[in-house]
């Protein structure tokens, strides 16, 4: 309870954190009861007929991919045989993978990766439109932030705008929804097995860590999504929405267990996201990037300035991650820096100390023990830093004290 109680200091700063902290506080003291706990209001666990409908396309789309193709036929390959809604996919539409959807699709994602960007991208942007049952056509799409001028920001909006209208006449023309409706049992499993190894009282413990809070946390299935499982590892997309007046986090999460695939059965038992360390930590982790990436972006110039710590060796570890640069790389590891405490906040010791093994010395965040140890200060100071946002350029401290030798040593 001393974390907790540090956090009182908080208020005044923040007098609205006093229902979440006596919240908090309640469910820390019923940790061990067994009386099954709701969730908070604010944590749903769904699945997303725009993002599978999207990730449907993508199957389609391989044979005509120009770049990564060699990654994405190996990604289907394998994923085909242990991801039933992939398999079953491919059985209903595989014959659309000459249409004019497969090779739009594909010709979006070479033009967003020439462009430095990903599929996650579109998370967002899939997410702010209405969801395709609704009837109601996509809207234009507008870029709030890139990093793009024109004319190339004006052409990637067109080429997302009509994308969008393709997507949802690909959805309305095939009868898509029809799938969803005949594997809704498969999906309804999946988002139990997600909802029941959430930990109660995470949302309460993240916006009183980072001082600011948000008005719905959606953790979205995605059985569609594919990505080679491996040691129970999984994919997951954050994405933040601002829609009818509300900020939403979501979190968009590929399977990480497999289930190998039966055409012989009617229903399944196992639903690809029953395993408690993935699930818990792929949620936390995304909805703390937006918390935490958005936040970073005044300091590009000075995380900039401790690129060279990005070494060789550290760049060749972080591959096999996605992190591509040393500004991913700190985002990164400030983000599981957030994981840990807030394992700390909740009283869970068990978490907490699985995480800082986990990503310091399977994941090779090295700079993690530093990191945690200057976040105490920040913990302990809230009149000071209400803000996690507040304390960045004390956290950023930690990488101008430090060295390449360091970096090497470490990763040996």
């Known amino acids: 309870m001393a974390i907790i109680q540090r956090y009182l200091l908080t208020l005044k700063q923040k007098p609205n954190l006093m229902q979440k902290l006596l919240t908090l506080g309640i469910l820390t003291l019923l940790i061990s009861c067994q009386t099954p706990k709701k969730h908070s209001d604010k944590f749903f666990t769904n699945f997303n007929k725009n993002i599978e409908t999207y990730f449907l396309a993508e199957l389609l789309s391989i044979n005509h991919r120009k770049t990564n193709k060699q990654w994405e036929e190996y990604k289907l390959k394998t994923c085909k045989e242990y991801q039933p809604i992939v398999a079953k996919a491919l059985a209903d539409f595989g014959n659309l993978n000459q249409s004019k959807i497969a090779i739009e699709t594909a010709k979006l994602n070479d033009t967003l990766v020439s462009l430095g960007y990903g599929n996650d991208v579109m998370m967002g942007i899939l997410l702010e439109q209405p969801e395709f049952n609704l009837l109601q056509e996509p809207s234009d799409f507008k870029f709030s932030y890139t990093h793009l001028k024109n004319p190339q920001k004006k052409g990637l909006e067109q080429l997302i705008s009509d994308y969008l209208k393709l997507l949802y006449n690909f959805y309305q023309n095939e009868n898509i929804d029809d799938f969803y409706e005949k594997n809704i049992r498969f999906y309804n499993g999946a988002i139990n097995e997600v909802q029941t190894h959430i930990p109660e009282g995470f949302t309460e413990a993240m916006e009183i860590y980072y001082g600011d809070d948000r008005d719905e946390y959606i953790a979205l299935v995605s059985p569609m999504m594919i990505w080679p499982i491996e040691d129970n590892e999984g994919r997951g997309i954050a994405a933040t929405v601002k829609k009818d007046g509300k900020r939403i986090v979501y979190e968009v999460m590929s399977p990480y267990v497999q289930v190998p695939v039966d055409f ?21 982790h995304e909805f703390g990037h937006s918390f935490v990436n958005s936040e970073l ?36 590891s400030f983000v599981r820096l957030g994981e840990i405490r807030i394992a700390e906040i909740q009283n869970d010791k068990k978490r907490a100390d699985y995480l800082r093994n986990y990503h310091t010395n399977l994941e090779d965040f090295i700079f993690l023990p530093q990191l945690e140890e200057k976040i105490i200060e920040f913990e302990n100071n809230r009149e000071k830093y209400p803000m996690w946002k507040n304390f960045i350029p004390e956290l950023l401290s930690v990488f101008e004290e430090s060295t390449t030798e360091f970096v090497n040593k470490k990763l040996k």
């Open 264 to 284: 012989t059965k009617n229903n399944y038992d196992q639903f690809g996201f029953d395993y408690q360390p993935r699930a818990r930590t792929l949620t936390i």
């Open 297 to 332: 972006v005044p300091y590009q110039k000075q995380i900039e300035r401790h690129s060279y710590l990005f070494t060789d060796r550290l760049e060749k570890v972080m591959e096999t991650k996605g992190v591509q640069d040393w500004n991913v790389h700190v985002i990164e």
